[in-house]
């Protein structure tokens, strides 16, 4: 790491290595829109984590603030200003401010006062995401709104902040009127590119105005909205027809949320926006922040070993592993974000706090854990997520900690989940868990059945039971006649199905569809069909869904909602939905309709006699997602009985 690690400036910001942690809207705020205690704590983690500078994200008024959001137009702002800055700032790390505006991507909210706060825009055309109409703003709403900007960038500068980044990316208000999508104006803040870009214009301009020429403006963009509004080219030249000096530097993303186009999930290819950055840095002269999946120190450190950019940023991996920075820095292995968004954006869409689907701590920091009583003997069957997660946190109190697993490998259903197209980097996530295990001296005991005799004989005072789930086998008629397996199995490769032409798999949630997309891309000449009972497939998908529902269409794959299977036939089946029955094709049948709860036969009785306290805990529990699983898996290591909104 020759580069990633030694020092950098954007104009007079002074960074200690090419790290940047960028904004991310946590809906952390208090209630009246201040910077508090959950803040501190969330930040306070990461501040030691390594990187150079972290970014904080705050409203320039009332009508861009979004659910939970910090905010900059009011004097009681102040005080958790600077707290926060002297804080971060006390461990050696610099603090950016990213002056926001959702413009149309937001809902309705409330001021302090309970007045309602509508979403605005340059022109009434709704947002995709939110579904609400904005209303057009005003001249005085525009000229009120650059001054927003304006004395939010000097409480900043007054305050302790470093550095300000203007947000002009990704669909909010300064790249609104950017776009000829969604500027429909027909006065002198729409129409041709130069009016288009009048009020991001007059924005920087208020700011350098305000601060002064010596205080770091840098500039967010897209490199362009992606459909077909503005592009990169339009971007460029709005930078280097700005007045000399008005900005200092510019972080260069992908283009907006609402594109077609993949901007932040597991699909994007590691730092795939970066090419963008690059003819930004090329052709502006200024330094360039680059953005956008760059998730191990590895393809930091290419990136500008390439010349890509002088710096790079990163948000989501670090809230999946606070010290990703310092950890890559140090060769040790992180805890690496999986590009889900299930306990970020997906979350922050719905005006719910940030968490983290892989780090239960996330958003969870300013909890008081309950101590045990005295060191305990923990012993923790099953090896999947929760079983390690369960072990790193026990250990971690001091507690020794022996893990049973019949199986050879550590894991879990994680193997299977990391089989699907752009899902090998969950592979990293069980090499992480592994490495925990060795750190934190967890005793390990492979391909041993947890029964009765080796409970004795380990003589433990607590257990967790974790040993998963295996899948549901549904009740149809005829099913013995025909070719059968679980997705599961398929997907493990314990049954071979490559002979096979004719495809279909019954159940349309998450682990049909991706087993629908792992069986497609290996051997395109398959007819593989999708049986859905409900009226939506890949509802457990959430924001990803778009993408699997695109490719699998891509792929021609044929998805057949309400629907069910009647009954099986040798190489065909029967179904029946909204058009009667139907006969298809079918030389296998994969089923992929849930899971149930697999525990050992007779464990819980035999621990009931002996007095030993468990546990249930993951899909041993309850089939459910992993965010939920290890959410629960936290709260009851830490003796906590209430478990938080976790969906």
Known sequence: MTMLYTGGRIGNLELKNRW??????????????????????????????????????????????????????????????????????????????????????????????????????????????????????????????????????????????????????????????????TNKRTD???????????????????????????????????????????NIEDMIYFINNLPPGTIDGVTVTGGWHEAPVPQMTYHVPPAGFAGFASKVRRDTGLPVIACNRINSPEIAEHVLQQGYADFVGAARPFLADPHFAIKGE?????????????????????????????????????????????KKHILVIGSGPSGMVTAKYESEKGNKVTLVTEEKELGGKLKVAAKPPYKSRINEYIRYLSYEMIKNKVRLMRGVQADEAVIQCLKPDKIYVATGSSPKAPQIKGLDNICCFFAEEVLKGDKDVSDHKDIVILGGGSVGLETAEYLAA???????????????????????????????????????????????????????????????????????????PLRPNGL???????????????????????????AEVFFAVNNLNEVDDND
């Open 188 to 230: 002198i803040w729409g129409g041709n590119l130069d009016n288009r870009l009048r009020f991001p214009r007059r924005v920087l301009m208020a700011i350098r105005n305000e601060v002064g020429a010596d205080y770091p403006v840098i500039l967010k963009i897209s490199a362009g909205d992606m459909l077909g509004g503005y």
């Open 522 to 596: 290996s051997d395109k000449r398959r007819n593989i069909t999708v049986i859905e009972a409900t009226e939506k497939a890949g509802q457990d998908l959430g924001g990803t869904r778009w993408i699997t529902m695109g490719n699998l269409k891509a792929a021609g794959v044929e998805v057949i909602k309400s629907t069910t299977i009647k009954y099986c036939e040798a190489e065909r089946i029967v179904i029946a939905g909204p058009d009667g029955e139907k006969t298809l094709p079918a030389d296998v049948l994969i089923l992929a309709v849930g899971a149930e």
């Open 330 to 374: 140090a060769g040790e292995p992180y805890l690496p974000c999986q590009a889900c968004n299930k306990g970020c954006i997906e979350r922050v869409i719905k005006g719910k706090d940030c968490l983290c689907a892989f780090n239960p701590e996330t958003g969870r920091e300013s909890i008081q854990k309950v101590p045990d009583d005295e």
């Open 20 to 181: 940047v942690m960028l904004a991310m809207h946590t809906g952390y705020a208090e209630s009246d829109g201040r910077f508090g205690k959950r803040d501190m704590d969330f930040y306070s983690r990461r501040a030691d984590g390594g990187m150079a500078a972290i970014t904080l994200v705050a409203a320039v008024n009332g009508e861009g603030s979004a659910k939970n959001m910090h905010r900059l137009d009011k004097d009681i702002y102040d005080e958790g200003i600077r707290q926060i800055c002297d804080l971060i700032h006390s461990q050696n790390c610099k603090v950016i401010m990213h002056l926001f505006h959702a413009g149309r991507n937001k809902k309705k909210t409330k001021d302090l006062d309970g007045k309602s706060l509508y979403p605005l825009a340059p022109s009434p055309i709704p947002s995709p995401i939110y579904k609400m109409c904005p209303k057009e703003m005003t001249e005085q709403q525009i000229a009120a709104t650059i001054d927003d900007y304006a004395s939010a960038a000097k409480r900043c500068r007054d305050n302790g902040v470093d550095c300000i980044e203007v947000s002009a990316s990704a669909g909010y208000l300064l790249s609104e009127f950017m776009s000829l999508l």
């Open 604 to 630: 819980e009785l035999f621990l009931k006699k002996q007095g030993i306290p468990y546990i249930i805990v993951g899909d041993a529990f309850s089939p459910r997602n992993i965010m939920t699983d290890l």
